[in-house]
C-alpha cells in the first residue's frame, strides 16, 4: 500500500507485523507466560471434565489458554491506560463465564460448582500479572492453582476427618505465626539490647508448630511413623522445639513413651550432623576431629533411634483423645521467657568477661540454642584461639543443648523419657568422644 505524506511517498508494511516487532522481548515472554498459565490452569480442569460431551463444558483447556492470554494482553494496555482497562477485562471476562454457566444450566437443572468460574477470573488474573512484569510468579502461582484444583477429594477428605479442636489450632497457630509475628519489632530491647521480641516470638512459632506438626503426622500416619517423621524433619529446624512438643505428647499419651524417644533421638541426631557440617564449612581446621566425632555421634544417634523405634514400635497406640490439645500457647511462651532469660545472661557475662568467657559463653548459649555458639567458636578456630579450645566450646555447646532438652523431657513429659533419651545422648557422647581423642 503507498500513500502520500509531506509531499513524498512513503510505503506502509503489515501493520500486525510491525506491532508484532515493537513489542519488547520482555512483553512476548510475559504474554507466553500468561497462555502457559492459562494452559496449565486448563490441563487439570480439562482433565477432570475430560468425559464430557465436546460442547458440554463450560471452560477446558482451549479456552483456559485463551484466558490466561486475554489476561495478558489486558494487562500490557492497562500499562498504557490505567488500571480501569484491567477491571473492564476483569468484569467481561466474569460476565462471559457467568452466560456460559447459565447456558449450561438451562440444559442441565443441577447445581453448577462455581470452582471452574472462580479458576477463569484467578487465571486472567495470572494473565494480567505475568504481562505486568511478573512473569515468574505467575507460572508458579498457576502451578499452586492447579494442584489445589487437583487436591479436592484430598481436601475434602481432610476437611471431614477434622473436627472443632483441629479447627481451633490450625488458626491459632495461623495466628501466631501470620498475624502476630510480622507486627512484633525486630530488634534489641532491655539491658544489653540483648531481647528480640520478632525472635523470641519466633521461637514460639517454631515450638507451635512442631507440636502441631507431630500431632497432624501422627493422626495421618500412625504414632510410630509420624513421630520419627518429626524427628528427623525437626532437627532440621529446632531439635529442641521437636522434644517440646514430644514430651508434651508423652504426658497426655504415656503408651507412645519409647517411640517418642526415638523421635528426639532422630532429631538431635540431625541437629548434630547439621551443625557438624556448618562447624566444618566454616573452620576447615577443625575437619581432622571433628568429622570423626560427628560421624560416631550420628551412627550411634541413628542406632539408638532405630532400637528404640523396634522396642516401642506399633504396639505403642495412644488411645482415643490422648492428644486432646495440640496447641498449647502457654507452654511455648514459658518456654520464649527461658530463653529471653538465658539470653540477658549469656550477653551480660560476655560484657563482664570480654572473649575470654568463650567457653561459659558457649555452654550458656547452648542451653537456649546450639547454632550461635557453635558459629562463634568456629570463626575463632585458627586465629585468634586454638583448635581445641574452640573444639571444647562446641561440646560444651552441644553438651548444654542437651542438658535443655533432658529438662524439658522430665518437666513436660516424664522422668522415664528424660532417661531413655539421657542413655542415647550418653552414648553418642562416649564415641563422639573417643574418636576426638583418638586424633589427638
Same mark, same amino acid.
Given at each position: 500500500m503507498r500513500r502520500i505524506k509531506a509531499g513524498r511517498l512513503s510505503f506502509r508494511s503489515n501493520p500486525p507485523m510491525d506491532m508484532l516487532t515493537a513489542l519488547?522481548?520482555?512483553? *512476548?515472554?510475559?504474554?507466553?507466560?500468561? &497462555?502457559?498459565?492459562?494452559?496449565?490452569?486448563?490441563?487439570?480442569?480439562?482433565?477432570?471434565?475430560?468425559?464430557?460431551?465436546?460442547?458440554?463444558?463450560?471452560?477446558?483447556?482451549?479456552?483456559?489458554? &485463551?484466558?490466561?492470554?486475554?489476561g495478558g494482553i489486558v494487562g500490557l494496555l492497562a500499562r498504557e491506560h490505567g488500571a480501569a482497562?484491567?477491571?473492564?477485562?476483569?468484569?467481561?471476562?466474569?460476565?462471559?463465564?457467568?452466560?456460559?454457566?447459565?447456558?449450561?444450566?438451562?440444559r442441565d437443572d443441577r447445581d453448577v460448582s462455581m470452582t471452574t468460574a472462580v479458576a477463569g477470573l484467578v487465571t486472567f488474573g495470572l494473565g494480567a500479572v505475568a504481562a505486568g512484569g511478573r512473569p515468574e510468579s505467575a507460572a508458579a502461582a498457576a502451578v499452586v492453582v492447579a494442584l489445589l484444583l487437583g487436591l479436592k477429594p484430598q481436601l475434602h477428605a481432610g476437611l471431614?476427618?477434622?473436627?472443632?479442636?483441629?479447627?481451633?489450632?490450625?488458626?491459632?497457630? &495461623? *495466628?501466631?505465626?501470620?498475624?502476630? *509475628?510480622?507486627?512484633?519489632?525486630?530488634?534489641?530491647?532491655?539491658?544489653?539490647?540483648?531481647?528480640?521480641?520478632?525472635?523470641?516470638?519466633?521461637?514460639?512459632?517454631?515450638?507451635?508448630?512442631?507440636?502441631?506438626?507431630?500431632?497432624?503426622?501422627?493422626?495421618?500416619?500412625?504414632?510410630?511413623?509420624?513421630?520419627?517423621? &518429626?524427628?528427623?524433619?525437626?532437627?532440621?529446624?529446632?531439635?529442641?522445639?521437636?522434644?517440646?512438643?514430644?514430651?508434651?505428647?508423652?504426658?497426655?499419651?504415656?503408651a507412645i513413651r519409647t517411640t517418642a524417644a526415638a523421635g528426639v533421638l532422630a532429631a538431635t541426631t540431625v541437629m548434630t550432623a547439621?551443625?557438624?557440617?556448618?562447624?566444618?564449612?566454616?573452620?576447615?581446621?577443625?575437619?581432622?576431629?571433628?568429622?570423626?566425632?560427628?560421624?560416631?555421634?550420628?551412627?550411634?544417634g541413628l542406632a539408638a533411634s532405630f532400637i528404640l523405634l523396634r522396642r516401642g514400635g506399633a504396639a505403642e497406640v495412644p488411645t482415643a483423645g490422648a492428644f486432646a490439645n495440640p496447641f498449647e500457647l502457654k507452654v511455648a511462651i514459658q518456654y520464649a521467657a527461658l530463653v529471653g532469660a538465658v539470653i540477658l545472661l549469656g550477653r551480660a557475662m560476655r560484657e563482664w568477661l570480654g572473649d575470654e568467657g568463650l567457653l561459659l559463653v558457649s555452654a550458656v548459649g547452648g542451653l537456649i540454642d546450639v547454632d550461635a555458639p557453635v558459629i562463634a567458636a568456629a570463626g575463632f578456630a585458627g586465629g585468634e584461639v586454638a583448635a581445641t579450645v574452640s573444639l571444647t566450646a562446641i561440646a560444651l555447646a552441644v553438651a548444654a543443648n542437651s542438658i535443655t532438652k533432658i529438662?524439658?523431657?522430665?518437666?513436660?513429659?516424664?522422668?522415664?523419657?528424660?532417661?531413655?533419651?539421657?542413655?542415647?545422648?550418653?552414648?553418642?557422647?562416649?564415641?563422639?568422644?573417643?574418636?576426638?581423642?583418638a586424633i589427638f
Open positions: 519488547p522481548l520482555d512483553d *512476548l515472554f510475559g504474554l507466553a507466560v500468561a &497462555l502457559a498459565a492459562g494452559l496449565i490452569v486448563g490441563l487439570e480442569r480439562g482433565w477432570k471434565e475430560r468425559g464430557a460431551a465436546e460442547g458440554s463444558r463450560v471452560a477446558g483447556l482451549r479456552t483456559f489458554g &485463551l484466558i490466561g492470554l486475554a482497562v484491567l477491571a473492564a477485562g476483569m468484569i467481561a471476562t466474569g460476565a462471559l463465564i457467568g452466560i456460559g454457566y447459565w447456558i449450561e444450566h438451562q471431614r476427618a477434622m473436627d472443632r479442636r483441629d479447627l481451633s489450632a490450625a488458626l491459632q497457630l &495461623l *495466628l501466631v505465626s501470620l498475624v502476630v *509475628l510480622p507486627l512484633l519489632p525486630d530488634r534489641g530491647f532491655g539491658p544489653y539490647e540483648a531481647l528480640n521480641p520478632y525472635r523470641l516470638w519466633w521461637l514460639v512459632v517454631l515450638v507451635s508448630a512442631a507440636s502441631f506438626a507431630g500431632y497432624v503426622a501422627i493422626r495421618l500416619i500412625g504414632a510410630a511413623r509420624g513421630i520419627v517423621a &518429626l524427628g528427623f524433619l525437626g532437627g532440621l529446624v529446632s531439635s529442641t522445639a521437636v522434644s517440646l512438643a514430644l514430651a508434651r505428647s508423652v504426658r497426655t499419651a504415656p547439621r551443625i557438624g557440617i556448618l562447624a566444618s564449612v566454616l573452620a576447615p581446621a577443625l575437619l581432622p576431629a571433628l568429622v570423626p566425632a560427628v560421624m560416631a555421634a550420628t551412627l550411634v529438662g524439658l523431657l522430665a518437666a513436660y513429659g516424664d522422668v522415664r523419657l528424660a532417661a531413655q533419651v539421657g542413655a542415647g545422648y550418653a552414648a553418642m557422647a562416649g564415641t563422639a568422644a573417643v574418636a576426638a581423642l
